[in-house]
């Protein structure tokens, strides 16, 4: 039995197919943008996709992905910048929303402590303008909240 892997034009396994009759070779044949390449490594296909990458002649093996923010894109790991701030505008969301009753008329706080909140509220919004480099998490500075300053 042959089994293939089929690979995107970055290298990466995004399926395999398994053929019981070995005289048929599709090593090399391109289907729907997918390339097919024999896997000779006896290894499960679904954690062999993180493993293994197609790097134009052969299998090369390659680290885990660093983390979910990470694409493979020629040959290496790279953060993904715009899946970066996807998750930092949704981050952004939850603690405007968590922020939202400061902003109450009835709100029991101080003129003073409202201010606090409203600057607050205006950093987070302006965090990507405020940081356009970002690559990683580790780049953003969140704000701190009012109730978190001492």
């Not at 290298?11 to 395999?16: C, D, T």
């Not at 398994?18 to 048929?24: G, V």
């Not at 954690?47 to 002649?57: A, D, I, M, P, Q």
């Not at 992905?65 to 952004?92: F, K, M, N, Y």
């Amino acid at each position: 039995m042959k089994k293939y892997a089929l690979v995107n034009s970055e290298g990466q396994i995004e399926g395999s197919v398994e053929l019981s009759d070995p005289s048929i070779d599709l090593e090399g044949i391109v289907s729907s943008g997918l390339t097919h390449h024999e896997i000779d490594f006896n290894k499960d296909i679904s954690k062999s996709t993180c493993l293994w990458w197609w790097n134009g002649v052969e299998w090369a093996a390659r680290d885990a992905q660093p983390t979910e923010l990470h694409v493979w894109t020629s040959g290496t790991w790279a953060p993904d910048v715009d899946a970066l701030w996807e998750h930092i505008r949704a981050q952004r969301t939850k603690l405007l929303s968590a922020s939202d009753w400061t902003q109450l008329p009835d709100a029991s706080i101080t003129d003073a402590e409202k201010a606090l909140w409203t600057t607050y509220r205006q950093q987070l919004r302006d965090m990507p303008q405020d940081m356009p480099n970002a690559q990683t998490l580790l780049d953003i500075n969140w704000p701190l909240s009012p109730t978190d300053q001492v």
